[in-house]
């Protein structure tokens, strides 16, 4: 209603205010008397007012200090936003004698309250209390109906105005409609009387921003982001019941202007932190007094006064009184607000622990003492500080400081000046409760035998300090900080023993030095750069390093013991001979680990992460129980790394490299996984009992030694000039794997490749083993299977008889007692290859065997099949199924010969150095067969139980031409299993040698055969000499048997008119 009439006349406001002044003429107010020039607070006779409103006076009480009188700041004020108070019918509505607009409540409690003052701040006016508790709401009374400036717009509800100067009528009219008894008889102006929201200007969030002190301080997490659109805002919405916080809902883009919360939330104001306020008082500023004692009496028996500003804090709300008694080690539980006393915070030892706060009429003294000695007052003495110099730098030692003669704590706080240069002294303790500094203008070294430290922090201001003897921190949470230019050096034979949490922060440097001992049981925090050349101890607990840490020297060691941890978060460095070393704790390089210069590592029962690790010329060993893994791979240059039991486990994620004459050892059935890969040069992996996974293995110019049931898979594998040693192991490439160059010697091992084996320029040896690939391309490497149990696998992997998988090229050599064994798929073997083992041609059991359907140069139904040309093979068995074919137009050696008596040099195509068996179902292939063809010879038995194909390509000129040579004693006739294909005239015939220990198949260009003719002419003969039936049948049947050593090569020549080469 007072606001509706805000711009109608000054008469109206008189008639007003006189119908007031007539209806509370008993009323007593709170004025401001004399606001510009001499602000006084003063209760007057409502009648009053007039008088005293023209000599300037306002309603409400003065600013505390004159010189506040012209600041702007918020005034009481209230929202709609804010929630109707739901409270108890009994509840009072007063504070004092004022009634206030906004109050705390919880709903799901059923409790109101004013509110608390906020902690650190001094005792507030009436209706000033704006905090509440945590996960209680701010209210307004059912009542009362907030107003709005008249330069604000709809979306702002704060009212400001000049301290000392007269507020708005309608604003005092206001206050003192607030002052009325009960809630009940406060009127409420109706809505036609409130002024409409066009009658105001809409200013942006920005030029009219929410300032209003009746919101409950938002309760945000530590990280919230206060800003909308760039600019910050004061008010946001809280989750009442979540630790949730946003600036609020709405369609608008406009910065803080988004101004709608949701449900079961209420809008907030930003804590506000004055930059230049100073940082809360450490909670050992405050002490329990004896029973029956004063805060006077106290302070007094140090030598000091009591600090009554601490003592009126301690006893600002209960909450606040509880919260310093838990900073003192006190458990609290139940507790309250008295007025028997003006003891202010309290403490009673009673079950559960009782936090007590006194205040008489709202006052808390320094001299009220309590009267149940059993209840101890909170005190706190004015912080006198305490000032040395010392020019002589040797006279600082045997200081007790911030104590007096009596040894009891004199001050809180104390400075030593030091002067320039170097001096040594004896020991020093601080006992400056709250800060110990040590400053010198110019850069100071200080050589000292002890340094304890009892207080909160340490400031060191161009000092190096040194220890000799000793170092001691027992005050948890300590703090040491050093400016750039100072350091704290713990020397030869000195000791430093962190037994409560410190934390070593700014931007010095702290050194352990040769000799040294440096320990912590407890956790603790380096922010500052940390250099170790002594022995640094992690008995327990934590300790983190935030900045760069160095370990140099021989006698440098980090001990990381039972159930410690260290964390470091940037570059850890060890060279010159330190030493790490875990027993059964936990390590954390997060920013990398550096060894160099022979420096170790010894791990037992320890977890170790690192993200990348260099070594150079260092050692590792990772023993029993041990874990380590490195996400960002590990370069081991000139060192060794060992792995020496079966839960010793490596892992590393990116690929990793081990060179110049590095060396991996696994021992004890230890595990390694090089995810990333694994790259050597010029260095070692030794494995026994071992198990080794990598992603590509490529090894130059290394040494692999593998034994005793060790295990090595790789995705793929590379080996250049790499030797190779296995003995009963396994090695496997999922991939593929080829080698340049190198020399492999595998025991009772087993080697499988499931992808292409290419080698060249390589030696093997396979002794006991078996080595078994999907694809092979082999040049001018050596292949040795030295006994029968070894074997050289083409598996094939299924591939079809038209489809090559092996090719043995020029050089390329297999020799021994073991066998070649191919299963499917087309091998090819080039001129100038060998096969000097067994060479097994034979499809996989698991295969489908197929008969072959005779078709000329049709080689896809055989399976496997394979091809040579101008090669040596040994000992070949060519089972069902399978082929072998031999081009006869390729060379590969010369041989002498004796054919039926008559002794000639033949070019050779393909040469078998022993037996040839072509199974049931198998086939022999001469192919590229024409009247200058090259014999395949067999050094050797020739078993057919199988079927030879003949392929002419040219039968164009008639001649007799030997395809086969084979040894046997008796050369028996295997022309029925001989087909030939390209040629209708052809003939074959197998003939002996004089000494009838060699073979010959032989073919028939455009010609018949001498054996066929004497078969045509005893036909004739039959037919001629029919009553000579009987003796012609004997006659042509001897003929018939004949052995061919007896055939007359004379006739031959008759009937053939001559075979170029026999005489």
Known sequence: FFFGMAKRSWSTWAFFLCLWLSINADERVTICKNPDTNPQTITIASLDLPAYFEQGAYLGRCPRDADEANEEVPIVCSQMDLPVCQCPGTYNWLDG???????????????????????????????????????????????????????????????????????????????????????????????????????????????????CEDLPVCQCPEDYDYTSFGEVCDTHCMEQDEYYCHPGKGNSFLPCSRLECGPGQIRCRRPVVDPTAPPPRNPRTFFLARGGESCDDACGAVGTVCDHDLVQEAALSPAHCQDILEHLGKTTHLGGLYEDDSTGCTYHPRAPGWYELFKKDGQSTCSARTEDLDRLRVCACQNLREERHFDDLSELGDQNFCLDASDTVATVQGRVSLGTGAGNGGAFTCNCVELCELHSLTESTVSLTNYENRGATNDFRGTILQITVNFLNTIAGAVFNFDASSALEIHSGGVASFTAAATFAGSGVFRAREGSTVSFSSASTFQIATEVSGQFLVESEQVSFEEVVTLTGSNALMDV???????ASRTVTVSSSSEIRGTSGTMQFDGGLSMASSSVMNLTSTTVSVSTWSMSSSTVTIGTGTAMSVSGGAQLDASTMTLSSSTSTFTSVQASTLTNGGTIQGRGGCNMQFTGGLQTTSSTMDLQQSTVGCGHLQMSSSTLSASSSTTVTASQVTFSQTTVQMTSASFTSSGTMSDDGGSLTFTTSTIVVTSTFTSTSSSYSLTGSSMTVTQHTITSTTITLTDVSSQFLLDGSGAGGGSLVGSLASGAVFSGLGFFRHRTGLLRLLAGSTIGCGLQLSPNAQILRRTRALQQTDLTTTNPAATACGNSIGSTTVASGASLSIDTSCSFGTESWDVAGTTSTYTTSVAATGAVDVQSGGLLVLNTVSTSTNPFSITGTFTLSGSIEVLVTDSSTTAIVILMKWDDTS????????????????????????????????LSIGMTSSDSNDAWWGLLALLALIPCAAGLAWYCCRIRTQDPEEISYDEVEVADGGYEGYE
């Not at 209680?136 to 109906?145: A, L, Y």
């Not at 702002?156 to 000049?162: A, E, G, H, R, T």
């Not at 013991?561 to 964390?567: D, E, L």
């Open 971 to 1002: 050369c028996t006739d295997i022309t029925s299993s001989v087909t030939v294909y390209g040629c209708t005239s052809c003939t074959t015939s197998v003939v002996a040698s004089s000494t009838a220990t060699s073979c010959y198949l032989r």
């Open 97 to 211: 004698e004022q009634l206030c607009g906004t109050h705390c409540m919880s709903a799901e409690e059923g409790i109101c309250y004013l509110g608390r003052e906020t902690y650190g701040s001094p005792v507030t006016a009436q209706c000033g209390k704006w905090e509440c508790d945590f996960g209680h709401v701010r209210c307004r009374r059912p009542d009362f109906e907030p107003v709005r400036a008249s330069e604000c717009g709809d979306g702002d509800l704060s009212i400001s105005s000049k301290k000392g100067q007269v507020g708005s009528l309608h604003r005092q009219l206001l206050e003192i409609n607030s002052e009325s008894p009960s809630p009940s008889e406060s009127p409420s102006p109706s809505p036609s009387e409130s002024p409409s929201p066009s009658e105001f200007s809409s200013p942006s969030p920005a030029e009219c921003p929410y300032v």
């Open 561 to 567: 013991r039972s159930g410690s941890r260290i964390v």
